[in-house]
C-alpha cells in the first residue's frame, strides 16, 4: 500500500520549550482513515502542524507521495491546497466577518473562479448543515458552529487529504454523528482522512487504522481492531478500550464467545456474536 503522506524520525522542540515531538514515525495510507489517538500534551496538534507544513522539524521530515516537503513559498501553497488542516481552536481558523466569505476564502485562494467557489461554499454549508449561517458574521457563532464553520472551509476545498484536529470536540450529539457521516463519505469518495482525538469511541466508530501516540511519539500504528483491542498497549497511554470492545474481550475471557470471533463494529454485532445458538468455539 502506498503511502501518501509519512513522517519519518521527527523532532521538534518549540521555542524555549521541552521536545514535543521526538523519533516520530508515521504512514498515512491513500484513502484510508487513520486516527491520531493519545492524551492531553501527547504531540497530536504539533504533528498536524508539520503535515501541512505549517511547522518545519527540528530533524527528520515529512515526505508527500515520496518527496520530502516543499518549504519554499510556493511549495507551501500547493501543499495546502493538497493537504487541508482543520485546527484544534476554530477560533486560530476563521478570519473573515461573514461564514460565507470565510469558507469561500480556500477556494478563492485555490484561483477558482467565483461561480465555483460560490458552489463549493454552497456544497460545504449543506454538507454540514449549517445554510442558514452563510451570512451570519463570523463573531457572533457559537463554539461547535465556528467549529463547524471551520470544516466546512477546509471540504471546500476539497484536498487529497484533510487533517482534522479533534474534530468532534465541542460539537453535541447530533452535530458529531452528522459530521462522523460526512466523513465516511468523503472517505468512501476516496478522499484519505487523517484525524486526532483522545475519544477512543471516535477512532472506533471512524478510524481504519490508528497511531497510538504517548509522549510526543507513536508508539504503535496498525488497523483499528488491532490497536483497539490491545489493552495493555493502550495503557501505555493511559487510554482504555472503547466499551464495545471491553465487552467483547470480558465475554471472550468467560467463554462467552469464540476466542477467534472478529471484533464487534456495533452494539448489534456484539449482541448476535452473544446470542444463544451462535456457536462458542470455532469450528475445527
Ligand atoms: N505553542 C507552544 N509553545 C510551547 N509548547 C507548546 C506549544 N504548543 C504545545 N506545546 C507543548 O508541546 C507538547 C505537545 O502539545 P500538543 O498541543 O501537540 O499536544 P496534543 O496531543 O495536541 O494535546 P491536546 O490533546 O491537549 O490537544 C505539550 O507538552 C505542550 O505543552
Ligand atoms: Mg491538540
Redesign the pocket.
Same mark, same amino acid.
Request: glycine residues 22%; charged residues 10%; negative net charge.
Given at each position: 500500500m502506498s503511502a501518501i503522506l509519512e513522517a519519518r524520525d521527527l523532532h521538534y522542540a518549540?521555542? &524555549?520549550?521541552?521536545a514535543? @515531538?521526538r523519533h516520530l514515525n508515521l504512514s498515512v495510507t491513500a484513502g484510508r482513515k487513520l486516527a491520531?489517538l493519545?492524551?492531553?500534551?501527547? &504531540?497530536?496538534?504539533?504533528? @498536524?502542524?508539520h503535515l501541512n507544513g505549517s511547522i518545519r522539524p527540528d530533524r527528520g521530515r515529512v515526505l508527500m507521495a515520496g518527496q520530502p516537503g516543499d518549504y519554499s513559498r510556493r511549495g507551501l501553497i500547493g501543499w495546502r491546497s493538497r493537504v487541508a488542516l482543520v485546527l484544534?481552536d476554530a477560533d486560530d481558523q476563521i478570519f473573515a466577518a461573514t461564514v460565507a466569505e470565510d469558507v469561500s476564502f480556500g477556494p478563492l485562494n485555490q484561483g477558482l473562479p467565483a461561480t465555483e467557489a460560490a458552489a463549493r461554499v454552497q456544497m460545504a454549508l449543506a454538507a454540514l448543515g449549517i445554510e442558514d449561517l452563510a451570512d451570519r458574521p463570523t463573531h457572533m457563532l457559537s463554539g461547535g458552529q465556528k467549529k463547524r464553520v471551520a470544516i466546512a472551509g477546509a471540504v471546500a476545498m476539497r484536498p487529497e487529504i484533510l487533517l482534522l484536529?479533534?474534530p468532534t470536540a465541542g460539537l453535541d450529539r447530533a452535530g458529531a454523528d452528522q459530521l462522523i457521516a460526512l466523513l465516511e463519505r468523503l472517505g468512501q469518495r476516496g478522499m484519505t482522512l487523517v484525524f486526532?482525538t483522545?475519544d477512543i469511541e471516535l477512532a472506533a466508530t471512524l478510524a481504519d487504522e490508528v497511531a497510538l501516540?504517548d509522549g510526543?511519539t507513536v508508539i504503535a500504528q496498525d488497523t483499528a481492531e488491532t490497536v483497539l483491542g490491545d489493552a495493555d498497549l493502550l495503557a501505555r497511554a493511559g487510554l482504555r478500550p472503547p466499551m464495545l470492545i471491553e465487552l467483547w474481550l470480558g465475554a471472550q475471557a468467560r467463554g462467552l464467545i469464540a476466542p477467534d470471533a472478529p471484533p464487534p463494529r456495533s452494539a448489534g454485532a456484539l449482541l448476535t456474536l452473544l446470542s444463544p445458538g451462535v456457536p462458542r468455539r470455532a469450528a475445527g
Open positions: 518549540y521555542p &524555549g520549550g521541552i514535543a @515531538l491520531i493519545g492524551p492531553n500534551g501527547a &504531540g497530536k496538534s504539533t504533528l @498536524l502542524l484544534q484536529d479533534e486526532s483522545h501516540f510526543g
